[in-house]
């Protein structure tokens, strides 16, 4: 479990960083339309945090987290 926690973890933050350099391209004027990939970002990166949020939930199970 604390494995598939780290692996989660680790794939939201890269997520998370990848949608911070899509924004950033848009503050300097690159790509000035909206094709949908913030939005897939940020939808991703809910999901992911509602999967880690019930992985913490769960670990009251477990002592050694």
Known sequence: MLRQFERLNAIRDFLQGRLELYEARD??????????????????????SEELTSLRRRRGRYKNW
């Open 27 to 48: 503050c300097f004027g690159f790509d000035d339309f909206d094709d949908g990939t913030s939005d897939e970002f940020r939808d991703r990166i809910a999901e992911l």
